[in-house]
């Protein structure tokens, strides 16, 4: 079976500010018909990037990033309008996404004009069939974005991604802009348009708490590589990287220093850019589980540490026999 989307071996630098930030290294990943796949990492991770790659917005300096088996970037104007139509996005900050000016029946029949789907009166129709989809009255098309709440909106932008009925949604940092007592809603949202849709997602979020409850796999970046991958259930009983160990303490308590886990978790993209090695593990600074050997030997690659699972460090044997014994205790 093809995969919605795939990267290949892809690698993206930014050059600014008298720095070089490799914002992705090798990332490789996959989505299929009708999976959820949680991207998950920090700030500075590199999540963003891979999710604008991902979307065509960026284009990879190497490797390669297929829609459906076909390269988005490069083909021609036609089938790239194509391919575009089957991959929408929904974005970190609601209000940002819509136009200010426009009333949200307008925003979220933009994609219904650009690929000529319908007449006017048929995409009014859709409009407010959409809008009951997400939870909300038809009536709010004639509404402006500054009169709604940021779930509201975000519930818009939903709207608007699903229009042309995609087969994948990119949905990077989706509810992280709104309140608590909100982000459920909008979890529960996805799930459902998920379920009704068949429709394939890659979620992306700093928080492990709010993706288990929603992917089918989970893949876990640090500073721009992929360290761990797996089932979410399995992943997130026995996580077999120890960044991910510190991030699943972190989504438990508040303090993830006082819970034992030995390392920050929360930092802005240059923070988590510096002090990375460019030789040996780049989780070494932080990672309670390093000895001298992990500084003397090439970056670890990703390998499988188990059915469906797979880990980037070279004491991932402690993690999955301490994860086997606490199975065997059970």
């Not at 319908?118 to 859709?126: F, I, P």
């Amino acid at each position: 079976m093809t995969p919605l989307l795939e990267l290949r071996d892809v690698h993206k630098t930014f050059q600014g500010r008298g720095r070089t930030v490799r914002a992705s290294r090798g990332v490789s990943l996959k989505v299929m018909p009708g999976e959820v796949v949680g991207l998950v990492g920090e700030s500075g991770s590199g999540k963003s990037t891979v999710a604008n790659m991902a979307l065509g917005l960026l284009a990879p300096d190497s490797g390669e990033v297929l829609v459906h088996g076909e390269r988005l970037i490069g083909a021609s104007r036609k089938r790239e309008k194509e391919l575009r139509a089957r991959v929408q996005a929904v974005f970190q900050e609601p209000l940002l996404a819509l136009d200010s000016r426009r009333t949200i029946g307008w925003s979220i029949a933009e994609p219904l004009r650009i690929h000529g789907r319908g007449t006017r009166a048929e995409q009014e129709a859709r409009v407010a069939e959409l809008l009951t989809a997400v939870g909300l009255d038809p009536a709010f098309a004639e509404r402006l974005p500054s009169q709604m709440s940021g779930g509201q909106l975000q519930r818009v932008n939903i709207a608007r991604a699903i229009a042309l009925d995609p087969e994948l949604l990119v949905c990077d940092e989706p509810v992280s802009a709104l309140d608590v007592s909100v982000q459920a809603q909008i979890i529960n949202l996805f799930l459902e348009v998920q379920e009704r849709l068949g429709i394939g997602m890659l979620f992306i979020s700093h928080d492990l708490a709010v993706v288990r409850h929603l992917v089918d796999r989970i893949v876990v970046m640090y500073a721009g590589r992929v360290v761990e991958e797996g089932p979410t259930d399995e992943l997130c009983a026995n996580p077999h990287h120890p960044y991910t160990r510190a991030l699943l303490a972190a989504s438990l308590e508040p303090d993830a220093d006082e819970a034992g886990v030995g390392v920050r978790t929360a930092t802005t993209d240059a923070t988590a850019a510096e002090g990375v090695p460019q030789e040996g593990c780049p989780f070494l600074p932080r990672c309670p589980l390093a000895e001298p050997a992990c500084s003397e030997m090439p970056v670890v690659a990703l390998a499988p540490t188990g059915p469906g699972r797979a880990s980037a460090c070279r004491r991932s044997g402690v993690l999955v026999e301490a994860g086997a014994s606490t199975s065997n205790h059970d």
